[in-house]
């Protein structure tokens, strides 16, 4: 069987003493190489926890996670997370936070080239001039932006990010969604993000995972993006032929059917190895029908 880079196979996670219910179970998907996929779901459905086990931070009660077809059995530079919080050391200026990931990362380089490669990183999120700058004289913006660089400076095969811009303002958010956006598309990063916020998922991501709400949490369904890469701009958005149909098909999954997702699926027809792939929308761009050219008699 051909794996994706990432492999999520039949993940199942139960805190306590094995008698309370799983957070969630049976949780199976993939995410191909240089693809960006959001996973939405309410509070409390897992989607951290989720997270903490692709970081290789927690343990699954059932299942593995496979990438690159090895399972991962603990943290590595492989797969680099970024929190809500920035998690900088603050004893260190911009330069030196992210040389110092750079030299974990190839420990074997000299000064020269970490400060070289570490530059190049620091230059692509904008911060050019804030090197010699300790974490306590930036904004949550450029703190975030240092933890960003820092992430991709050791060229992981995946970006892990835990809703990353909420604790940010609106429009320090746009900003940075829109360098993120740029910067994965030419790096090829391949990313997994958890976010709450719809249209966030909508500029962002090339497929988005619905979580219902747990104890017992599922993936229903897997919804592609069906706006390219290309045509996403935050500012008009809206004005996307296919804009309306994928957002009110999120909004309507977060409202209703995340909640009674199993009477959704009462009649057995859900597999969670074989998810649905949804592409809301499509159907308004599906060419209309070939008109049938009046014969001429004559
Ligand atoms: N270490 C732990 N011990 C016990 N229960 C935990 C632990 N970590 C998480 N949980 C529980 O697991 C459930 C899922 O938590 P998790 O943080 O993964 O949800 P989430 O979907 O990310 O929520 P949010 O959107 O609010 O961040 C919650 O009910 C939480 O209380």
Same mark, same amino acid.
Do not use: C, D, V, Y
């Given at each position: 069987m051909e794996r994706p880079l990432i492999s999520v196979e039949g993940l199942a996670r139960r805190f306590g003493d094995g008698n309370q219910p799983a957070v969630f179970e049976n949780i199976w998907f993939g995410i191909d190489r240089g693809e960006f996929v959001c996973l939405i779901g309410h509070s409390g459905c897992g989607k951290t926890t989720i997270l903490n086990v692709l970081a290789g931070l927690d343990q699954p009660s059932d299942g593995a996670v496979i990438v690159d077809n090895r399972e991962i059995d603990g943290p590595s530079l492989d797969r680099a997370v970024i929190f809500q919080?920035? !998690?900088? $050391? /603050?004893? $260190?200026?911009v330069m030196g936070n992210i040389a110092f990931a750079v030299s974990s990362r190839w420990p074997k380089w000299d000064r020269a080239r970490v400060a070289e490669h570490s530059r190049k990183f620091i230059e692509l999120v904008g911060l050019?001039?804030? @090197?010699?700058?300790? +974490?306590?004289? $930036?904004s949550g913006g450029m703190k975030q932006r240092v933890g960003i660089a820092r992430a991709l400076s050791i060229q992981p095969k995946m970006l892990l990010m835990d809703e +990353?811009?909420?604790?940010?303002d609106a429009l320090t958010r746009g900003m940075l969604q829109d360098e993120v956006l740029r910067i994965c598309a030419d790096t090829r990063q391949t990313v997994f993000m958890i976010t709450h916020d719809v249209d966030e998922a909508i500029l962002l991501a090339d497929k988005i995972v619905l979580m219902t709400n747990g /104890?017992? !949490?599922?993936?229903a369904e897997i919804v592609v993006n069906t706006m390219p890469r290309n045509e996403r701009h935050r500012n008009d958005l809206h004005r996307h032929p296919q804009y309306y149909a994928i957002r009110n098909h999120l909004v309507e999954f977060l409202v209703n059917r995340s909640k009674a997702f199993d009477q959704e699926i009462a009649d057995g027809s859900y597999d969670p190895r074989r998810l649905k792939l949804v592409k809301p929308g499509l159907a308004a761009v599906n +060419? /209309?029908? @070939?008109v049938v050219p009046l014969r001429h008699t004559h």
């Open positions: 919080g920035h !998690a900088l $050391l /603050p004893w $260190l200026t050019k001039g804030a @090197e010699n700058k300790r +974490p306590a004289q $930036l +990353p811009f909420s604790a940010l /104890p017992g !949490a599922k993936i +060419p /209309p029908a @070939e």
